[in-house]
């Protein structure tokens, strides 16, 4: 039966998730998530929503978005057509790595996923046209507790690896971060 590698990130708690496929002659077959298999990332959590999402064009940027407590929320994100640039920012208060951030590249061929905790922003860019995610989210969207991160904010310097050609309103005009961003308690 198919099996996951749980590999580490330079971010603690940030982990990268290689789906392993078995395959022949008429495709294959692989385990998409399995709770008992994943305990140790899941930490007591269940999945709570499953959202997908398709992105048109290449160059596009959605996100860094996060929930603040009590709706703070792990991710698991899996890209099923296409490629993206795939990125987590650490926003925990008093985090070692606070506003370091890590990417990776998820595609429909590569079979990665990446496991965001608690107290992470979250976003990508699309590199290819007709790119689409999926993601497991261990809290419901709750629209009082959803903020983010603005995507070009200096403070992070998020390296972009294509032009930003589309992008929400609500993402771009974010605010900055100041002094007075202290992070998220988790």
């Not at 198919?2 to 392993?20: C, H, M, N």
């Not at 007591?44 to 959202?51: K, L, R, V």
């Not at 398709?54 to 996100?63: E, I, P």
């Not at 296409?82 to 590569?110: C, K, M, Y």
């Amino acid at each position: 039966m198919a099996r996951f590698e749980i590999l580490d990130t330079p971010l603690s708690g940030l982990k990268v998730i290689q789906r392993e496929p078995i395959g022949d002659f008429r495709g294959y077959f692989e385990r998409f998530f399995c709770q008992e298999e994943l305990q140790d990332v899941l930490a007591g959590s269940s999945i709570a929503q499953i959202n997908h999402s398709q992105t048109v064009k290449a160059g596009t940027v959605r996100g860094m978005h996060f929930q603040y407590s009590p709706h703070a929320e792990k991710k698991f994100v899996s890209c099923v057509k296409g490629e993206v640039f795939d990125v987590a920012v650490d926003i925990r208060r008093n985090s070692p790595t606070f506003l370091q951030w890590h990417a990776q590249i998820l595609s429909a061929h590569n079979y990665k996923m990446l496991s965001i905790p608690e107290g992470f922003a979250h976003g990508f860019q699309s590199l290819t046209k007709e790119s689409e995610i999926i993601y497991l989210c261990t809290a419901a969207y709750a629209p009082e507790s959803e903020s983010g991160l603005n995507p070009d904010d200096m403070a992070i310097e998020i390296g972009w690896p294509l032009e930003i050609v589309e992008i929400s309103e609500r993402d771009k005009t974010r605010p900055f971060l100041d002094e007075s961003f202290r992070g998220l308690v988790v």
